[in-house]
Nanobody, 133 residues
Framework: QMQFVESGGGLVQPGGSLKLACVAS????????IGWFRQAPGKALDSVSR?????????????YYVDAVKGRFTISRDSAKNTVYLQMTNLKSEDTGTYYC?????????????????????WGQGTQVTVSS
């Protein structure tokens, strides 16, 4: 079974940092495009409602960030640990939410990744990030 387990969330003050990890099982994490998504409090719980944050293409040739996190978040992949990371710095209250990583099984193009949650599956249980003073 292909799935992720997310971790690393927590409560942090505005301006703080967190590093989220997404450990893959059942597949090699560098074989596919990977995306990080978040679900804000009060939003519908279905995966389609998740907001794209960042994605990384197969082979790491392309990475994308939504404008709201550009310059603050960094996505990376450690093939030896079969893990994808999201380093988050200068956190803001609007970054609060449950963070998920997803797997794009269809896209084999190493030059692009897609940020819409409808392209992704194999979701983990998520990790909660709360930014508050």
């Amino acid at each position: 079974q292909m799935q992720f387990v997310e971790s690393g969330g927590g409560l942090v003050q505005p301006g703080g940092s967190l590093k989220l990890a997404c450990v893959a099982s059942g597949f090699n994490v560098d074989t596919y495009a990977i995306g990080w998504f978040r679900q804000a409090p009060g939003k519908a719980l279905d995966s389609v409602s998740r907001e794209g944050v960042s994605c990384l293409s197969k082979g790491d040739g392309y990475e994308y960030y939504v404008d709201a996190v550009k310059g603050r978040f960094t996505i990376s992949r450690d093939s030896a640990k079969n893990t994808v990371y999201l380093q988050m710095t200068n956190l803001k209250s609007e970054d609060t939410g449950t963070y998920y990583c997803g797997l794009d099984l269809e896209n084999t193009d190493q030059s692009i990744c897609f940020i819409a949650s409808s392209f992704y599956g194999s979701w983990g249980q998520g990790t909660q990030v709360t930014v508050s003073s």
